[in-house]
């Protein structure tokens, strides 16, 4: 059986658009993601089990009987889009033209045009996140900074790379910071569905 197709670059902006509201406002949710980052495997690429049930029938007679575990197939879950997701988008459209960005075609441009339009993107960008979030380092220390983790950790804030072999404590460079999020601050909305339209259409007269 192939495997599927990874999502397109487009996607992958939904999708991580779409998570991280989900994330925020689920814990459940949040515990699965961090389960996953720090490299628990998904139910459905574990192995199945056997189980071993010895039964002696008389002292030189044996039964063995194995009973297979089923295995527990992945369910997919679709998260239906946050409208808080929507508000972001419809801010970096506003601010930025996040979304003009992103769905023009870049290949026929010089990469001076392109970093021209990049650096308006960038600043509209910025605009959005100081104004509607409060945004810290996970970690206070500087990146390149020698660091330890301790047994118990918490893997949802820090992702260990590079060569990972047996149990805390860790010991190793800090390549980033990390972000994490404080405190969000998105205008109240009087109709949710209009958060569906990211950019009204123009008509000039």
């Given at each position: 059986?192939?495997?599927?197709?990874?999502?397109?670059?487009?996607?992958?902006?939904?999708?991580?658009?779409?998570?991280?509201?989900?994330?925020?406002?689920?814990?459940?949710?949040?515990?699965?993601?961090?389960?996953?980052?720090?490299?628990?495997?998904?139910?459905?690429?574990?192995?199945?089990?056997?189980?071993?049930?010895?039964?002696?029938?008389?002292?030189?007679?044996e039964?063995?009987?194995?009973?297979?575990?089923?295995?527990?197939?992945?369910?997919?879950?679709?998260?239906?889009?946050?409208?808080?997701?929507?508000?972001?988008?419809?801010?970096?459209?506003?601010?930025a033209?996040?979304?003009?960005?992103?769905?023009?075609?870049?290949?026929?441009?010089?990469?001076?045009?392109?970093?021209?339009?990049?650096?308006?993107?960038?600043?509209?960008?910025?605009?959005?996140?100081?104004?509607?979030?409060?945004?810290?380092?996970?970690?206070?220390?500087?990146?390149?900074?020698?660091?330890?983790?301790?047994?118990?950790?918490?893997?949802?804030?820090?992702?260990?790379t590079?060569?990972?072999?047996?149990?805390?404590?860790?010991?190793?460079?800090?390549?980033?910071?990390?972000?994490?999020?404080?405190?969000?601050?998105?205008?109240?909305?009087?109709?949710?569905?209009?958060?569906a339209?990211i950019?009204?259409?123009?008509?000039?007269?």
């Open positions: 059986m192939s495997s599927p197709q990874p999502p397109s670059f487009l996607s992958r902006i939904a999708i991580a658009i779409g998570s991280f509201f989900a994330i925020l406002g689920n814990a459940p949710l949040a515990a699965q993601v961090a389960r996953l980052r720090a490299g628990e495997p998904l139910a459905a690429d574990a192995p199945p089990k056997e189980v071993r049930v010895e039964v002696p029938v008389e002292k030189i007679i039964t063995r009987i194995e009973v297979p575990v089923e295995k527990i197939v992945e369910q997919r879950v679709e998260v239906a889009t946050d409208t808080a997701a929507l508000q972001l988008l419809g801010l970096l459209q506003r601010e033209r996040f979304v003009d960005f992103i769905q023009e075609d870049v290949a026929p441009y010089a990469d001076a045009e392109i970093g021209a339009a990049a650096r308006v993107v960038h600043e509209g960008c910025r605009k959005v996140l100081r104004e509607h979030f409060t945004l810290a380092p996970v970690r206070a220390e500087a990146e390149g900074a020698r660091i330890t983790l301790q047994a118990g950790f918490d893997a949802s804030a820090i992702r260990l590079g060569n990972v072999v047996g149990q805390a404590p860790f010991t190793g460079s800090l390549s980033h910071r990390g972000w994490q999020v404080s405190d969000v601050r998105l205008p109240q909305l009087t109709d949710a569905k209009a958060a339209i950019a009204q259409a123009e008509v000039e007269l």
